[in-house]
């Protein structure tokens, strides 16, 4: 029944060819990974489609690379216009996570066309957190002159890319975004969340004040990045923050306040 199904990638008739890439991503088996690659520049614009969801929902990392060079050369596709609705949240997520990191040739690549005219500014700044995912560090000055001199979609970008790369360097211009009253709620909450996933404890401070802030998705990433910081000075505003009137506010500083007592706990035994 497998090798039939992968047979059916190369049919005549598209409807067959969609619906043996649907099928091969619901069975999640990674001998299928290769046949989809394949399948990937097909002139079907739903069979591309099926092709490229199915190896998400697989998830392999080979997969990565010939994915982003299928978006790369085709800035106007139909995967493209999927990518950019709410409901491609979950493959572009997918394709985030599929990124190898250390990877400097696709590094190039991302940058290369993260630059190039023919893509939106949408389709650029999702690049651009692409290639924060490869943690390429010669990128650091770059996205922090994005970061401090870009348009909202690009500083948001950058601001996740250099969480990613986690550049000790990025840390005093994103603070700079931490602060209430910076033009963009969402760009606060990427700042605090980047400052988590650096580890800088430069950061705490300012990472305590944003537990205030009127914004309770800011609040939500500050109360996150504290227990990735690690630092127990924190830990009596995050008991507060367990007050708080937002019930996702409250889940992350009890699950912060858990890592930070995670070390005395186990100092004890």
Sequence with gaps: MFEQTIAELTHVNPDVRYEAARKLGEAQDERAVTPLINTLPDDNS????????????????????????????????????????NVGMRLRNGLLD???????????????????????????????????????????????DMLIGDTDWMQG????????????????????FLSEGEPSDALRELAAEALGRIGDTRAVEPLIAALEDTNEWVRRAAAEALGNLGDRSAIEPLARALQDEVVMVQDAAFDALKKLSYGSYTAEF
Aim: overall charge negative.
């Design 46 to 85: 739903k069979v591309q489609y099926a092709a490229f969801s199915a190896l998400i929902k697989i998830g392999a990392s080979e997969a990565a690379v010939p994915m982003i060079d299928a978006l790369v050369s085709a800035p106007n596709s139909r995967v493209w216009d999927l990518l950019k609705l």
């Design 157 to 176: 970008a950058a601001a996740e890319a250099l969480g990613w790369i986690g550049d000790a360097r990025a840390v005093s211009p994103l603070l700079l």
């Design 98 to 144: 599929m990124i190898p990191r250390g990877d400097l040739q696709l590094a190039d690549q991302l940058t290369e066309a993260a630059e190039n005219e023919a893509f939106d500014e949408q389709q650029r700044a999702f690049m651009i957190r692409l290639l924060g995912r490869t943690a390429d560090s010669r990128q650091v000055e770059k996205l922090i």
